[in-house]
C-alpha cells in the first residue's frame, strides 16, 4: 500500500471515528440502541474511545442485561473511572447488579470517599426484600430480537435466570418474557412482541412480609424489586424468600426464651452464659414478683393446703393459653396481618377465646376435683379463677407484642418473659384471691 493511500485510509477512520463519536455524543439513546445490535466486546470497544461523559450518557441508555455485559468488557481503569462519573444511585444499581467476587473487586478499586457511599447504598437494612433479592436478572429494550437476546444470554453465561426483563427507553420496567416463549419465537421477533405484563413488583425497602404476601397473592416464582424510577435493581425468588423466613422463624424460637440470636448449638460455653444469663436474671426477678403475690396469701394457704396443690393447674394452663395467643399474634405482625389501629380487635378476639376455652377446661377441672376432694367450695374456686386466668392470659398474649411493636421494640425477645409474669400474677391473684373470698365454703 503507497503512502498517499494510507493516509487517506487513515484519514478515513479518524473522519468514520469522529463521526461516530459526534452520533453517540449528541444521540445516546440511539446510540445505546445500535450498540445492543452487536456483540458485546465490540459494544465495549465503541463506548472505549469515547469521551468518559459521552460513555457514561450511552452507558445509562443501554438496558441492563446488556449493559452489565458491556461494563465488564472494558477495560479495569475505565470501569473505575465510570463508576467515578455515574450518579451514586445508578453506580450502586450497578454493582447490585454484579456477582459479589465482582462488586468487591470494583468497590476496592475506587476511591474510599466513593466506596463508602456505595457500600451505604448498597447495605439494604434487615427484614427488606433488597436484602434478600438475587441480583442476577436479565434485562433488554422492547426493540431487541429474540435471536439477539439469545446470543447475549449465551455471552452472560448460565445463571438462575427464568424472564428476560423489558424496559422502555427510560430503562423502566414494561413486561417480561419467559424463556421457554424466547426458545420457540422467530429470531426476527421482538421482545417486545413475547413480553407479559409482570403480575407484581416490590421496593428494595418492602418488608419481606409484604413480598410474602404478593407471592400469595399472584402465585408467581419470582417478583422483580425495582427503584422508584422503576429501574430493575433485583428478584425476589420464593424458594430464597420462603428459606430465609423459615431460618428467621427458627431465631424467633431462641429469642422468645431470652436466648441470643447469634447463638448456636455448638457455641461455646462461656458465649452461651454471657447471652443468657441477663434474661435468666431479668426472669428471675420477673418469679420473686410472682412470688409475692403467693406470700400476700400464706394464711389462706397454711389453712387450706390443697389450695397448693392446685395452685399450679391454674399458672399452668393460663401459662398455656398465653403461649397460644401470643403465638398467633405475633406472626399476625410478622406477616402484616394485623398492626397496632387493631388491638381492639385482637385482644377482643383473644377475650372470647379465653372465655369459652376457659369454661371448657373449668369444667373438665371441676369434675376432677370434686372427685378428688369431695368440696364444692374448692370446685367454685378453681372454676371461676380457671376462667378469670384464660381470659387473662389471652389478653396479656394480645397486647404484649402489638406494645413491644409499638414502641419500636422486637416482640420476639422479652415477650415471653412478660407473659409468664403476667400469667402466673394472673392466675395466682385469681385462684387465691377467690380462695380467700370463699374461705367460709371451704372449711
Known amino acids: 500500500m503507497s503512502d498517499s493511500a494510507a493516509e487517506r485510509l487513515d484519514a478515513d477512520t479518524i473522519a468514520s471515528r469522529a463521526i461516530a463519536e459526534r452520533f453517540m455524543t449528541e444521540f445516546p439513546v440511539e446510540a445505546a440502541h445500535e450498540l445492543e445490535t452487536m456483540d458485546v466486546p465490540a459494544a465495549a470497544r465503541c463506548l472505549d474511545f469515547l469521551p468518559l461523559d459521552a460513555a457514561a450518557k450511552v452507558w445509562l441508555a443501554t438496558a441492563s442485561g446488556f449493559g452489565v455485559l458491556v461494563f465488564k468488557a472494558l477495560e479495569a481503569h475505565r470501569r473505575t473511572a465510570l463508576l467515578g462519573v455515574l450518579d451514586r444511585s445508578r453506580a450502586a444499581e450497578l454493582l447490585s447488579l454484579l456477582d459479589q467476587e465482582d462488586r468487591s473487586a470494583e468497590l476496592a478499586a475506587v476511591p474510599e470517599g466513593l466506596q ?12 427488606t426484600a433488597g436484602r434478600v433479592m438475587d441480583t442476577r436478572i436479565f434485562a433488554l429494550h422492547g426493540h431487541v430480537k429474540t435471536g439477539q437476546a439469545l446470543e447475549n444470554l449465551r455471552e452472560r453465561g448460565r445463571g438462575d435466570i427464568y424472564f428476560i426483563k423489558v424496559v422502555d427507553e427510560e430503562n423502566r420496567l414494561s413486561g417480561q418474557v419467559d424463556l421457554r ?14 413480553a407479559r405484563p409482570v403480575p407484581a413488583v416490590v421496593g428494595p425497602m418492602d418488608t419481606r412480609e409484604m413480598a410474602v404476601q404478593k407471592f400469595e397473592e399472584t402465585g408467581v416464582r419470582e417478583i422483580p424489586v425495582i427503584d422508584l424510577d422503576g429501574h430493575v435493581l433485583g428478584v425476589l425468588r ?15 424460637i431462641q429469642t422468645m426464651v431470652g436466648a441470643s440470636r447469634d447463638e448456636r448449638a455448638l457455641s461455646t460455653s462461656w458465649f452461651a452464659v454471657r447471652k443468657r444469663m441477663p434474661w435468666l436474671q431479668i426472669n428471675l426477678l420477673t418469679a420473686f414478683l410472682a412470688a409475692s403475690v403467693v ?12 389450695l397448693a396443690v392446685l395452685l399450679p393447674v391454674v399458672a399452668g394452663q393460663s401459662g398455656n393459653a398465653g403461649a397460644q395467643a401470643l ?7 410478622a406477616l402484616r396481618e394485623i398492626h397496632f389501629g387493631q388491638w381492639f380487635r385482637v385482644v377482643r378476639k383473644e377475650v372470647n377465646a379465653g372465655l369459652w376455652n376457659g369454661i371448657a377446661i373449668a369444667i373438665t377441672c371441676a369434675i376432677g ?8 367450695g374448692l370446685v367454685m374456686v378453681i372454676v371461676t379463677s380457671m376462667i378469670l386466668s384464660m381470659i ?13 411493636a409499638r414502641l419500636g421494640q422486637d416482640p420476639a425477645v422479652a415477650s415471653s418473659i412478660i407473659l409468664t409474669t403476667v400469667t402466673d400474677i394472673a392466675g395466682f391473684m385469681s385462684f387465691l384471691g377467690i380462695a380467700t373470698l370463699l374461705a367460709s365454703f371451704l372449711g
Do not use: C, N
Open 392 to 404: 387473662a392470659a389471652g389478653i396479656a398474649g394480645a397486647l404484649v407484642p402489638i406494645t413491644l
Open 327 to 333: 403465638a398467633v399474634t405475633m406472626r399476625g405482625l
Open 181 to 194: 416463549d424466547l426458545a420457540f419465537a422467530d429470531a426476527s421477533q421482538s421482545l417486545e412482541a413475547l
Open 295 to 306: 406470700g400476700m396469701f400464706e394464711s389462706t394457704i397454711a389453712k387450706f393446703t390443697a
Open 238 to 252: 420464593h424458594d430464597r424468600l420462603i428459606g430465609e423466613l423459615r431460618d428467621d422463624a427458627t431465631v424467633d
Open 116 to 127: 463508602q457511599e456505595l457500600r451505604t447504598l448498597l447495605d439494604y437494612p434487615e427484614d
Open 369 to 376: 376435683v370434686f372427685i378428688w376432694s369431695g368440696s364444692l
